[in-house]
């Protein structure tokens, strides 16, 4: 369902929305559109608009924003969106807010897992390869730092 067709506010949506950490934020948003304007994520994806991702959370569109193939997973976290809101809505919160209600729910992309699992092995998201050490040094960049990774996997052992 788009935003232009008419739906009953889902009430039980925004209540969730609210009880998960910053996901408040998106009752303060008053739709200016600060957001969008310098979003990297807007000049590279038609589908993706934080002020519009609000606007849904605002309105409960809870099947559209929950689900693996949700334009939440093309926000890069850059905080632009963040930084630009004159409201202090942080949509970038509310957008991570909403990823963690998908992974909570079991419908995160499955690239998550991969890019959970390459963290928790090296500490970084990307894996790093002969061809991109050789890149790096050809570019005169220092080799990709090693991380200290037993903490986290220590702690995920906890859980």
């Known amino acids: ?11 039980a949506f925004r209540d969730e929305l609210n009880s998960i950490a910053e996901g408040f934020r998106h009752n303060y948003c008053y ?16 589908s993706f608009n934080p002020r519009l991702i609000i606007l849904k959370a605002l309105l409960g569109f809870r099947e559209e924003l929950i689900s693996a193939d949700s334009e939440i997973w093309n926000c890069t976290n ?20 909403l990823k963690n209600i998908c992974v909570r729910d079991g ?8 890019v959970s699992g390459a963290v928790l092995s090296s500490g970084i998201t990307t894996k ?14 220092a080799p990709v730092k090693e991380y200290p990774v037993e903490e986290l996997r220590r702690l995920l052992e906890d859980e």
């Open 78 to 97: 850059c905080y632009t969106c963040s930084e630009r809101c004159p409201q202090d809505v942080r949509p970038v919160d509310v957008i991570i807010a």
């Open 107 to 114: 419908c995160a992309p499955e690239l998550i897992g991969s």
């Open 31 to 46: 739709q200016c559109g600060a957001c969008v304007a310098d979003c990297p994520a807007c000049n590279y994806s038609e």
């Open 128 to 141: 790093v390869t002969s061809v991109s050490e050789k890149r790096r040094e050809e570019h005169g960049l």
């Open 1 to 11: 369902m788009s935003v232009q067709e008419k739906q009953k506010i889902n009430f």
